[in-house]
């Protein structure tokens, strides 16, 4: 019964059979009307039947073929052997005795998920798509007979290949592999969004997916391959060469370093740390004591702003050597004035909160951890004497800073400005000793921020000698006694924060 039943519906089929089912459905009709022009009979499901219906498209239904009504309020329509049969066929000779016309092109785009991530559990549920998802895995099985279209964005060169008779299978593969990636990245995106929901730590089973956005030239040297990958546009370029891979790697740091603060604020980068950070009462102030901070090392630098780059600031910058200006938005005046350096990349950030995990990766695995955004609202004054109403405010400025800083990180503030940096060395007091150097007379009454416990004195020591009068860092050495004597004997304030801040 259930062979002749299928021999009945389907002896009328065309030769050249395409099937729509989509979710989105811009650019549908054009693509449908010269689907039809170029010979291709269409069968499609209920929505987008109703849709081609109205635009006067003819189509035919996919349950006049299958003889079977859509079901459980549509949530079965197309897993039917009349449909999946005709597409995972290799020959029209496989389907002859079970009278199955072939279908040659699937057109399927699946229910937006991403739009429910934050619904209900039943909305979320009714929005997972699974017909959809099992025809784009058929057809692009498939591939070395079927063309699978797996977005609206490809429809274009889709018409343009198919009418040029240049659709071979090398093409039709690369559509198969894009919907594949197209599936994968869906059940991604649903197993992450439930695990979040009902669970909320750390994933068991650490999956990502994350599209090409921009080849780069190279990586962190010339002899390695790279590419940019992002799972949102989180950024625009607005002028200046292509961003390379330390561009990109420099920028983020500057932006998420900046974005600490409220007030106007910059921070100037080299090699992922902060040359120059400060805070003012407008963009103006707040760059020219970030770039003064160490205008040495700033010189070929990534600049980020946390808030709109103006007229007067972009006239300062011009004058120096930057390699990328980032920042939240810019005037149009400010972008006529930068954009007649050629070569600076301007860089507007619109989306850079975007990635859930800080990802470390290792010859031997995948390191995974929550962001550092841990704020300090409060500390223990462990000195006798208590800091200063401007100490404080430079030593929270300071820590702010110094979780930033490559480990050993210290870091001397002074009136909301960055004045010295030791970064990534063996020895914290090493790093006390450089942070000091590039201070200079600029230590005198500035503070300390260390991004861990002193294990000795002599890092007091040293600071003292510079001209320190105050320090934060988190306290928890088997020394912390001696390290507060020493700051006692040589007047100084401290602030145990009771937490650490490496960054490796």
Same mark, same amino acid.
């Given at each position: 019964?259930?062979?002749?039943?299928?021999?009945?519906?389907?002896?009328?089929?065309?030769?050249?059979?395409?099937?729509?089912?989509?979710?989105?459905?811009?650019?549908?009709?054009?693509?449908?009307?010269?689907?039809?022009?170029?010979?291709?009979?269409?069968?499609?499901?209920?929505?987008?039947?109703?849709?081609?219906?109205?635009?006067?498209?003819?189509?035919?239904?996919?349950?006049?073929?299958?003889?079977?009504?859509?079901?459980?309020?549509?949530?079965?329509?197309?897993?039917?052997?009349?449909?999946?049969?005709?597409?995972?066929?290799?020959?029209?000779?496989?389907?002859?005795?079970?009278?199955?016309?072939?279908?040659?092109?699937?057109?399927?785009?699946?229910?937006?998920?991403?739009?429910?991530?934050?619904?209900?559990?039943?909305?979320?549920?009714?929005?997972?798509?699974?017909?959809?998802?099992?025809?784009?895995?058929?057809?692009?099985?498939?591939?070395? %007979?079927?063309?699978?279209?797996?977005?609206?964005?490809?429809?274009?060169?889709?018409?343009?290949?198919?009418?040029?008779?240049?659709?071979?299978?090398?093409?039709?593969?690369?559509?198969?592999?894009?919907?594949?990636?197209?599936?994968?990245?869906?059940?991604?995106?649903?197993?992450?969004?439930?695990?979040?929901?009902?669970?909320?730590?750390?994933?068991?089973?650490?999956?990502?997916?994350? %599209?090409?956005?921009?080849?780069?030239?190279?990586?962190?040297?010339?002899?390695?391959?790279?590419?940019?990958?992002?799972?949102?546009?989180?950024?625009?370029?607005?002028?200046?060469?292509?961003?390379?891979?330390?561009?990109?790697?420099?920028?983020?740091?500057?932006?998420?370093?900046?974005?600490?603060?409220?007030?106007?604020?910059?921070?100037?980068?080299?090699?992922?740390?902060?040359?120059?950070?400060?805070?003012?009462?407008?963009?103006?102030?707040?760059?020219?004591?970030?770039?003064?901070?160490?205008?040495?090392?700033?010189?070929?630098?990534?600049?980020?702003?946390?808030?709109?780059?103006?007229?007067?600031?972009?006239?300062?910058?011009?004058?120096?050597?930057?390699?990328?200006?980032?920042?939240?938005?810019?005037?149009?005046?400010?972008?006529?004035?930068?954009?007649?350096?050629?070569?600076?990349?301007?860089?507007?950030?619109?989306?850079?909160?975007?990635?859930?995990?800080?990802?470390?990766?290792?010859?031997?695995?995948?390191?995974?951890?929550?962001?550092?955004?841990?704020?300090?609202?409060?500390?223990?004054?462990?000195?006798?004497?208590?800091?200063?109403?401007?100490?404080?405010?430079?030593?929270?400025?300071?820590?702010?800073?110094?979780?930033?800083?490559?480990?050993?990180?210290?870091?001397?503030?002074?009136?909301?400005?960055?004045?010295?940096?030791?970064?990534?060395?063996?020895?914290?007091?090493?790093?006390?000793?450089?942070?000091?150097?590039?201070?200079?007379?600029?230590?005198?009454?500035?503070?300390?921020?260390?991004?861990?416990?002193?294990?000795?004195?002599?890092?007091?020591?040293?600071?003292?000698?510079?001209?320190?009068?105050?320090?934060?860092?988190?306290?928890?050495?088997?020394?912390?006694?001696?390290?507060?004597?020493?700051?006692?004997?040589?007047?100084?304030?401290?602030?145990?924060?009771?937490?650490?801040?490496?960054?490796?």
């Amino acid at each position: 019964m259930f062979k002749s039943q299928i021999l009945t519906s389907l002896i009328t089929w065309a030769d050249m059979f395409a099937l729509i089912s989509v979710s989105d459905k811009r650019n549908l009709e054009g693509f449908a009307k010269e689907l039809r022009a170029l010979g291709y009979e269409i069968l499609s499901t209920g929505g987008t039947y109703r849709y081609l219906e109205s635009h006067g498209i003819p189509a035919r239904k996919v349950e006049d073929i299958t003889k079977f009504p859509e079901i459980l309020g549509g949530r079965v329509k197309t897993l039917h052997p009349a449909i999946h049969g005709g597409i995972l066929a290799k020959s029209e000779e496989d389907l002859k005795e079970l009278g199955i016309e072939p279908i040659s092109i699937v057109v399927v785009n699946l229910y937006p998920f991403e739009k429910y991530t934050d619904a209900s559990e039943e909305e979320m549920i009714e929005n997972i798509d699974i017909g959809g998802v099992a025809l784009l895995r058929a057809a692009a099985k498939n591939y070395s %007979r079927v063309l699978v279209v797996s977005s609206p964005e490809q429809y274009d060169e889709v018409i343009t290949l198919l009418k040029s008779g240049e659709m071979n299978e090398e093409k039709r593969r690369e559509y198969a592999m894009e919907a594949f990636a197209k599936t994968a990245s869906y059940d991604i995106l649903i197993y992450n969004t439930l695990w979040n929901k009902f669970k909320g730590t750390l994933p068991e089973h650490f999956m990502l997916s994350r %599209r090409m956005a921009m080849e780069l030239r190279y990586g962190e040297n010339p002899h390695q391959k790279a590419s940019y990958y992002s799972s949102a546009d989180a950024f625009v370029q607005h002028h200046g060469k292509k961003l390379s891979f330390n561009n990109l790697y420099d920028m983020d740091s500057a932006y998420t370093i900046v974005n600490e603060f409220e007030q106007p604020a910059c921070v100037v980068v080299k090699h992922a740390n902060p040359c120059g950070a400060a805070i003012g009462e407008n963009v103006k102030e707040a760059f020219e004591k970030a770039w003064n901070g160490d205008p040495m090392s700033a010189y070929g630098s990534i600049v980020a702003f946390n808030h709109e780059v103006n007229e007067e600031v972009a006239s300062l910058m011009r004058k120096k050597f930057i390699e990328v200006v980032v920042a939240p938005k810019f005037t149009d005046e400010s972008l006529e004035i930068l954009k007649k350096k050629k070569n600076l990349r301007i860089v507007e950030m619109k989306n850079p909160n975007v990635e859930k995990y800080d990802l470390r990766q290792l010859h031997f695995g995948l390191l995974v951890q929550e962001w550092n955004t841990k704020k300090l609202y409060e500390g223990d004054v462990v000195s006798k004497r208590m800091p200063t109403e401007n100490e404080m405010k430079d030593m929270l400025f300071a820590w702010s800073i110094v979780k930033h800083v490559k480990s050993n990180a210290i870091v001397f503030a002074k009136d909301g400005m960055l004045v010295g940096v030791g970064a990534g060395q063996m020895s914290r007091v090493d790093s006390v000793r450089i942070a000091a150097m590039k201070a200079g007379e600029r230590a005198k009454g500035a503070v300390m921020a260390s991004d861990a416990f002193f294990p000795f004195r002599d890092g007091i020591d040293e600071a003292h000698k510079a001209g320190v009068t105050a320090v934060i860092q988190p306290g928890g050495s088997i020394r912390d006694e001696e390290v507060i004597k020493a700051v006692d004997e040589h007047g100084m304030a401290m602030i145990f924060t009771s937490y650490r801040v490496f960054k490796h």
